[in-house]
């Protein structure tokens, strides 16, 4: 498969009657960069043509075209962060980053001054979905001891709960919503759309002077800077552009002729959420379906006051946070709910653009043609797998090549056996008996001969359906100058490099342990104030 091949993924005719996930309708389009992962023998190994990694290509990057949830991690994640040698990220300390820039419109949450925060640019509310299955779905955790968590952002972090989301009004709070558009007429602030950095730009004492970049393909500019530039590309842009200009690891610069800026270990931590989806059927002969008339009236409701389906995604906003582990009071594992009407076109589009073989699309869709369908997303939290990120040539427009490397550690396998072993006891609850509920087997060759419900059979399950939950970080890891693994500092200074930082998920020294928009931001709100901070205090003397 050439390059070209690789990046070029089946466009899809969107129907917006048919569609109640709205987040699927943005990827694969020109707003998305449409990144395909490295083919692995480990993972992935359902797919076409490697995994599918959308990746945000326009204002918010991919907090414009991503599920919307709002959920920050644990205190572990960053009491973690902190022992590893970055000061001021514990968990007591970014807390307040999560609430600067949060505007709660939950009368429930905004009592709780200790964890939510309103007044921010951030807008943070609720889907209200109303949709029947996640009541019966939520009786069957029930049933099975799960207990509720009405506030995953606050103190308990298992079980099950009902996120809240970035949006306002049954619309979509993006980060270039939230904080760009109130910014707009500032004359301090310039936004280009259409342009491509492609480079940094250096000073003769090495530090960095501006970027280059190209708008619209062809006009080549230059931006220079008289304090620092501010490098928020994302975990896969930020190591490429950084590589381009010369900062990374030296034998692989050398390789592509790049001349050496600093030496660091550039891309080389990649981390991700794998995902393992689980599908049940439910209520075969009495099944719930979408007429064209309902689905006009439901597109009608939503353009005219967002209310309706169309104000959220089915039951997404549903979700449980499980330990596969006993003693533990933190997860590492996050179910995802995706619910589908009986003959729901849009299941088929969801599995397309994972990018699943045919024979699997096939065999999930042939059981929603007679049923509804549940899609449960197995999302393990806690890799011990590492991928990494390396440059395809020294051409910036070029993709870079991303080697996920899922599934390379066995405990990640092991953990992720052992929660869907605890999701598949929901077929023992009485909720789950009264409404037909089945599981649905995809057609895997190289599976289907191994004896069902064996370790063995669901190994080779994990590792054919894997896919990614589209929160790769850790390609510029932050942490201190002991850490010869760390770009960054816990100031997010480039280390060795005069006039530049980094502020995005790429900082990540382990990858938190929930959706990554949330925790993306906060980051940013840092960056801003170690950025206000140590000029004020040049001003100073």
Known sequence: MNDSERNTHTKQTFNIFQIPMLFFNMQNTTNDWGYFTEKSKFACLGMQNGCYWPRGKLLGGTSAINAMIYVRGNRQDYDHWSELGNPTWNWDSVLEYFKKSEDNQDNGFIQDSKHHGIGGPLKVSNFNSVVAMKSILSECFHELGFPEVLDINGDNYLGLTTAQTVTYKGARCSAAKAFLLPAMNRQNLKIIKHAHVTNLEYNENGSVKGVKFVINGSVHKSAEVRKEVVLSAGSLNTPQILMTS??????????????????LPVGQLLEDHVLIPYFFSFSKSRPLVRSIKESAKMMFQYSLNRTGDLSNIGATDLMAFISTVNDSKYPDIQYHIIYFYKDEP?????????????????????????????????????????????????????????????LTHQDDVNTLQRAIRILRGISNTKMFSIHEGESIRPKLEACDALQFDTNNYWECYIRHM???????????????????????????????????????????????????????????????DFIKAEYAKKKNT
């Open 246 to 263: 010369g900062i990374g690891p030296k034998n692989h610069l050398e390789k592509f002729k790049i001349v050496l800026v600093k030496d």
């Open 466 to 528: 894997s896919t990614t939950l589209y929160h790769p970080t850790g390609t510029a890891k932050m942490g201190p100058d002991s850490d010869k693994e760390a770009v960054v500092d816990s100031e997010l200074r480039v280390r060795g490099v005069k006039g530049l930082r980094v502020a995005d998920a790429s900082i990540m020294p382990k990858i938190v342990s929930g959706n990554t928009n949330a925790p993306t931001i906060m980051i940013g709100e840092k960056a801003a």
């Open 346 to 406: 849009m299941l088929q589009t969801v599995l397309n653009l994972f990018g699943y073989k045919e024979e699997i699309v096939e065999s999930i869709v042939a059981s929603n043609r007679f049923s509804e369908t549940v899609m449960f997303f197995v999302t393990l939290l806690t890799p011990k797998s590492k991928g990494t990120l390396e440059l395809r040539s020294a051409d910036p427009f070029d993709p870079p090549k991303i080697f996920h490397n899922y």
